[in-house]
C-alpha cells in the first residue's frame, strides 16, 4: 500500500504534467498555420533568343518590316506542396538550332537548372501546344509527369499526319518522343476547359493557335504567412504561351498572327484579363518586355530568369 502522503505527491506531479503537456499542445499549435492553398513562385526563363523576328508573324495586321528579338522561354512555378512545374519545355534538337540560329541559347534543362530547379527535379510539364518549340525539350526532364490537352495528343499523334500541311510546326519526332512518355505511364490528359490539374494550377483551352491549345493559370505565393492564419494567394498569374504573342496583342487588341481561327483568340485574351488579378500578370509567350517588365529571379543570371509577381 503507498501512504496517502506519497500517493498526494504522485498526483500532483501527474497534474503538473498534464498542464505542462497542455500548454507546450496549446503552444505548437498556434506557432503552425492552419494548410492553406498549395501557391508558387513564378519565373519565366529564357534560353535563347531568335533575332529579328518579323513583328508581322506575330501581330495581325502588324506593318511588314518591323522586327523584334523573341525570347524563346520556359514558366517555372516552385509550388508550397513541393511540386516543380514547367510550362512548356522549350526546344534542344540540333535541327532547330540550325534552321533558326538562337543567340545566347543553353538547353532548357540548363535554363532551368540555372533557375534553381535540377531537370530531374521537375515533377510536372504543361505542354501549351504541340508546336516544337514549347514541347520539343519534353524529353529533357527524366522524371516529369506530362500534360497536354486530350485533343491536341489525339490529333497530332493522329489525323493530322493524314495529310499535308495539317500540322504546321508540329514535329514527328516531338510526337515520338510524347508517345514514348505515354508509354513509360508519365502522360495524362487535360480533359477540356477550365481543369484544375494541380492544386493551384488551371489549364484553360485557348484561342486556337493549334488544334486544341490551352494556357495555364497558378497561384502566386506571399512571401509568408502570419502567424496563426493560413497562407492565402498573392494573385493569379496567366501564363499564355503562345495564345498571346506580344503585349501589343493586348495593347491593341489584335489576333495573332499565326491562328486558326482570330475570333477565337481575341476571345480568349477578353477571358485572359479576366483571370490575372492585375494586368502585369498577364504574361505573354514572346515578349522580350517581359524580362524588364519583372524583377530579376538572380542578378547572377544576367536577365536570364525573371520572377512574376
Given at each position: 500500500?503507498?501512504p496517502?502522503?506519497a500517493?498526494?505527491?504522485v498526483a500532483k506531479?501527474?497534474?503538473?504534467s498534464l498542464?505542462?503537456?497542455?500548454?507546450?499542445?496549446?503552444a505548437?499549435?498556434?506557432?503552425?498555420?492552419p494548410?492553406?492553398p498549395a501557391?508558387?513562385e513564378a519565373?519565366a526563363?529564357?534560353f535563347?533568343i531568335l533575332?529579328?523576328f518579323s513583328?508581322?508573324r506575330l501581330?495581325?495586321?502588324?506593318?511588314?518590316?518591323?522586327t523584334?528579338?523573341?525570347p524563346?522561354?520556359v514558366w517555372l512555378?516552385?509550388?508550397?506542396?513541393?511540386?516543380?512545374?514547367?510550362?512548356?519545355?522549350?526546344f534542344?534538337?540540333?535541327k532547330?538550332l540550325?534552321?533558326?540560329k538562337p543567340r545566347?541559347f543553353r538547353t532548357p534543362?540548363?535554363?532551368?537548372?540555372?533557375a534553381?530547379v535540377?531537370?530531374?527535379?521537375?515533377t510536372?510539364?504543361?505542354?501549351?501546344h504541340a508546336?516544337w518549340?514549347?514541347?520539343?525539350?519534353v524529353d529533357?526532364?527524366?522524371?516529369?509527369?506530362?500534360?497536354i490537352q486530350?485533343?491536341?495528343?489525339?490529333y497530332y499523334t493522329g489525323?493530322?499526319?493524314f495529310a499535308?500541311?495539317?500540322?504546321?510546326?508540329v514535329d514527328?519526332?516531338d510526337?515520338?518522343?510524347?508517345l514514348k512518355i505515354n508509354?513509360e505511364g508519365?502522360?495524362?490528359?487535360?480533359?477540356?476547359?477550365?481543369?484544375?490539374?494541380?492544386?493551384?494550377?488551371?489549364?484553360?483551352?485557348?484561342?486556337?493557335?493549334?488544334?486544341?491549345?490551352?494556357?495555364?493559370?497558378?497561384?502566386?505565393?506571399?512571401?509568408?504567412?502570419?502567424a496563426g492564419q493560413?497562407?492565402?494567394a498573392?494573385g493569379?498569374?496567366?501564363?499564355?504561351?503562345d495564345n498571346?504573342?506580344?503585349y501589343?496583342?493586348l495593347?491593341k487588341?489584335a489576333?495573332?498572327?499565326?491562328t486558326l481561327?482570330?475570333?477565337s483568340?481575341?476571345?480568349?485574351q477578353?477571358?485572359i484579363?479576366?483571370?490575372?488579378?492585375?494586368?502585369?500578370?498577364i504574361?505573354?509567350?514572346h515578349d522580350?518586355l517581359?524580362f524588364?517588365?519583372?524583377p530579376?529571379?538572380?542578378?547572377?543570371l544576367s536577365g536570364?530568369?525573371v520572377r512574376?509577381?
Amino acid at each position: 500500500m503507498i501512504p496517502a502522503s506519497a500517493a498526494a505527491s504522485v498526483a500532483k506531479r501527474s497534474v503538473l504534467s498534464l498542464a505542462l503537456a497542455s500548454l507546450l499542445l496549446a503552444a505548437g499549435t498556434a506557432q503552425t498555420p492552419p494548410a492553406g492553398p498549395a501557391t508558387y513562385e513564378a519565373y519565366a526563363v529564357r534560353f535563347g533568343i531568335l533575332p529579328a523576328f518579323s513583328v508581322a508573324r506575330l501581330v495581325a495586321g502588324a506593318e511588314r518590316g518591323r522586327t523584334v528579338d523573341i525570347p524563346v522561354m520556359v514558366w517555372l512555378l516552385k509550388g508550397s506542396n513541393g511540386r516543380q512545374v514547367l510550362v512548356d519545355s522549350g526546344f534542344h534538337r540540333q535541327k532547330f538550332l540550325d534552321q533558326w540560329k538562337p543567340r545566347e541559347f543553353r538547353t532548357p534543362a540548363a535554363a532551368v537548372e540555372a533557375a534553381g530547379v535540377k531537370p530531374e527535379a521537375v515533377t510536372d510539364i504543361i505542354i501549351s501546344h504541340a508546336h516544337w518549340d514549347h514541347v520539343d525539350g519534353v524529353d529533357l526532364f527524366p522524371k516529369a509527369t506530362v500534360w497536354i490537352q486530350r485533343e491536341e495528343y489525339r490529333y497530332y499523334t493522329g489525323e493530322a499526319w493524314f495529310a499535308r500541311e495539317t500540322q504546321g510546326g508540329v514535329d514527328a519526332e516531338d510526337m515520338q518522343a510524347l508517345l514514348k512518355i505515354n508509354t513509360e505511364g508519365r502522360l495524362r490528359f487535360v480533359e477540356g476547359d477550365d481543369q484544375e490539374i494541380i492544386p493551384g494550377i488551371r489549364c484553360y483551352t485557348g484561342g486556337k493557335h493549334t488544334f486544341a491549345s490551352q494556357y495555364v493559370s497558378a497561384l502566386l505565393r506571399r512571401s509568408a504567412a502570419s502567424a496563426g492564419q493560413a497562407a492565402t494567394a498573392a494573385g493569379t498569374v496567366v501564363l499564355t504561351s503562345d495564345n498571346v504573342y506580344l503585349y501589343e496583342n493586348l495593347e491593341k487588341h489584335a489576333a495573332i498572327a499565326q491562328t486558326l481561327d482570330a475570333a477565337s483568340n481575341l476571345k480568349a485574351q477578353d477571358r485572359i484579363r479576366t483571370l490575372a488579378s492585375e494586368p502585369r500578370l498577364i504574361v505573354p509567350g514572346h515578349d522580350p518586355l517581359v524580362f524588364e517588365r519583372h524583377p530579376p529571379a538572380d542578378p547572377t543570371l544576367s536577365g536570364m530568369a525573371v520572377r512574376l509577381g
